[in-house]
């Protein structure tokens, strides 16, 4: 067995068994003596800290920090002690329950949740409580391809299953609460979007080549009734092209990310066309790729776009802010090569998901003091 470039021998299971007992009697701090003794005290052997990427980099300003990655419940969840003492001395890799394939993501005071398209469930992070668990994996509320997600105020969970072609609405918890929308009504629905107070959901209808069902449908989020819908087909004011996702402004306004025409277009509520940014190309401000959109408490629109691994932040006026991360197969902090969603929380940090590294990174904005707000490891008061 190797420790720091010792080797310690056990003579047998027995011995092994017999030092666990010994150091979790002990304890953590008797344990850590050992370690000091055993391997001695060298300065060579502090890590060196890791430094983490800032937006912009320097000499600028920075408005954002690179804060933490999730990629499986191991992230979050408490570590037992004898759990730590065992990979400590045999050098194993913590495992947890990872994601397949994350596409969606919507965060509720410090609870993340994640569609999972693979795996066809929700992923929940509940990093306050340091507690993972699933939902959509029971019926009534059984998820085929879960893909567009968003949260009200209260934490209510509103999901659309591509598949199933069904809205599915659960409480911060994961228990079931309505079911709404019919296949009939459906082209490729894969985003959704619900006002703060809880009382409409908007499906986008991404559609297909042959389908000219381009739009947004709007329901009662109560009784699941079908009220209107919002846009058609078409490349003009507010016409829609593949749309892909959606999102409420604080002020209202329902912003549509218009992928096959490469913009975001804003509706009132009740469907009528307000304005319009972006067009195609590689430079800030234009999109190649868009998907994922979110808005945070001031009505700054994020937006992630698949090609440039990264999400690109515009006022209200559609005017760019910032653009962060960059695309990169190999991964990294702050490096993406497939995302999809990108929410902001309460406190305004970002996230985003990648459904080809499976991976949700989070940032900080420069305002909020590292370890506070509702992403700290603690429980909220």
Known sequence: MLISGRNINFADGIAMNV????????????????????????????????EFPVYPPPPDEPRFHY???????????????????????TGEKRSGVGMSKPFGITVHKGRVFVSDTAKRLVHVFDVPESKYFEIGTETPGNLLKPIGIDTDAQGHLYVIDATAKLI????????HILEAGERSMFSRPSGIAVDP???????????????????VLVFDAQSGEHLYNIGKRGSGEGELNLPREAIIAPNGMLYVVDGGNFRVQVFTPEGEF?????????????FS???????????????????????????EKGQLLLDVGSRNARGGFGKFMLPSGVAVDEDGRVYMADQYL????????HRVAEGTGYLSEKKNQ
């Open 19 to 50: 030092f666990f007992t010994i150091t979790k009697s002990l304890g953590m701090t008797a344990l850590m003596l050992f370690f000091s003794l055993l391997i001695g005290c060298s300065t060579t052997d502090v890590k060196k800290e890791i």
């Open 67 to 89: 804060e933490r990655m999730l990629k499986s419940s191991a992230n979050i969840e408490k570590e037992e002690e004898e759990a730590v003492f065992k990979r400590l001395l």
């Open 168 to 175: 599915q609405v659960y409480d911060r918890d994961g228990n």
């Open 197 to 215: 107070k809880g009382t409409r959901i908007y499906v986008v209808d991404t559609g297909g080549v042959e389908s000219t069902q381009h739009q």
């Open 274 to 286: 307000v304005s319009t940014f972006g067009s195609i190309g590689r430079r800030g401000g234009q």
């Open 289 to 315: 790729r868009p998907k994922g959109i979110d808005v945070d408490s001031d009505g700054n629109i994020y937006v992630a776009d698949a090609a440039f691994g990264n999400f690109q932040i515009f006022n």
């Open 358 to 365: 499976r991976k949700v990174e989070v940032f900080r904005p």
